[in-house]
């Protein structure tokens, strides 16, 4: 696994977050506490690794992330399914970023962890961290996924409306918006034409080096903040923004960069070679 890899994973979940659409279960969770319990989990055990990667040595208890109560009042402080589908979001970038902090020897941790599933102690013994937190991003992601897929209703039952189904892989790309900075160095048309193809050039070398898929300028907007945008796909957000950050229009304060990963439905796109 990488950063990244742990961070998509949680995508498709998200997406059926998104999707809604949810039938209420005579037992077992609702949607909405589902959502809550994975995205509370995962900042349970990004917590205990960024205590791990400190120097302290924290203990993982699931208590709080599996009490009715508290998912409860964490789903309805969300607003709902959206705002559950964001916190998703964020505890999924935590949990990755924890995961990338931690080296040989912090990732080979044992911490001491108390698991409970419906009631009962199923785990009660030290776990590796980097093991943890994989396996909280693969199988322990899987089961809830399907928890929401089972809360979907099929298609043809009476008084429901069937949507989409949401996909279950995603490509991830990198998406570099190129904007106007609030203050940039004043330079003459002669300098401007020279970074303006020195920009194109660069980006030119980054399709053709692979690290690019598509750019191109935007248009049509009230005060011309947003120059153009671009898609990498080179396994990160911050390998992205350092590339496109050694941009010359960039690197001389002509332009400035904002990088977001982007999923979309694996082999939705197909870009020339």
């Not at 009490?67 to 990755?96: H, I, M």
């Not at 044992?110 to 693969?138: K, M, Q, T, Y």
Request: with cysteine.
């Amino acid at each position: 696994m990488d950063e990244d890899t742990i961070r998509s994973a949680y995508a498709p979940f998200v997406a059926a977050l998104r999707n809604g659409g949810f039938t209420v279960p005579e037992d077992g969770w609702p949607a909405e506490l589902v959502a809550a319990h994975v995205s509370l989990n995962n900042d349970l055990i990004s917590e205990a690794a960024e205590r791990i990667v400190a120097g302290e040595q924290p203990s993982y208890d699931n208590i709080a992330a599996v009490d009715e109560t508290a998912l409860g009042s964490y789903a309805d402080a969300a607003g709902g399914l959206a705002g559950l589908a964001d916190a998703v979001e964020a505890s999924a970038r935590r949990l990755a970023k924890a995961w990338a902090a931690l080296d040989e020897t912090t990732g080979s941790c044992l911490l001491p962890a108390v698991i409970r599933d419906s009631g009962a102690v199923v785990i009660d013994r030290p776990i590796a961290i980097r093991d943890f937190i994989e396996g909280n991003a693969s199988f322990h992601l899987d089961a809830h996924l399907a928890q929401l897929k089972a809360l979907q209703p099929t298609a043809g039952e009476a008084g429901t409306q069937r949507t989409a189904e949401p996909p279950t892989e995603f490509d991830t790309y990198q998406f570099v918006l190129l904007r106007r900075p609030e203050q940039r160095p004043e330079i003459d048309d002669e300098r401007a034409d020279l970074l303006q193809s020195q920009h194109l050039g660069y980006l030119a070398t980054m399709k053709e080096d692979g690290h690019m898929k598509v750019a191109g300028p935007l248009s049509d907007q009230p005060d011309d903040t947003w120059r153009g945008f671009s898609i990498y796909q080179v396994g990160s957000v911050e390998e992205a923004r350092r590339l496109a950050e050694l941009d010359p229009a960039v690197r001389a304060g002509h332009l400035t960069v904002d990088v977001m990963s982007w999923h979309t439905p694996k082999g939705a796109l197909n870009f020339p070679d």
